[in-house]
Nanobody, 125 residues
């Protein structure tokens, strides 16, 4: 079983930045891709960004392109989400997830095998 632990959330003013981290651990960690999703109160969980573990290829939802950057550290088994120019509409609980096998549907919640507990991001003045 893989454990995913997110950190780095908090309260930030509009236009500010945060960096989320997600550390993966377990008996054997093997992943095709890792991703960040977010869920605001009363809304469905939505895809934010994903990264292929071996190639570093990345995918983003249109609303965060140019503002968010996903990256990974293969040695530390950690994925990051650098969030710049934050907006109030970015407020949500952010979850990391891992997909073990090849998939072409990395924007889908259903494709992921393991999830972290989430970290809250609040963008407000």
């Amino acid at each position: 079983q893989v454990q995913l632990v997110e950190s780095g959330g908090g309260l930030v003013q509009p236009g500010g930045s945060l960096r989320l981290s997600c550390a993966a651990s377990g008996r054997t960690f093997s992943s095709y891709a890792m991703a960040w999703f977010r869920q605001a109160p009363g809304k469905e969980r939505e895809f934010v960004a994903a990264i292929a573990w071996s190639t570093g290829s990345t995918w983003y939802v249109d609303s965060v392109k140019g503002r968010f950057t996903i990256s990974r550290d293969n040695v530390k088994n950690t994925v990051y989400l650098q969030m710049n120019s934050l907006k109030p509409e970015d407020t949500a609980s952010y979850y990391c997830a891992t997909r073990r096998e090849l998939s072409v549907k990395l924007r889908s919640v259903a494709e992921y095998d393991d999830w972290g507990q989430g970290t809250q991001v609040t963008v407000s003045s």
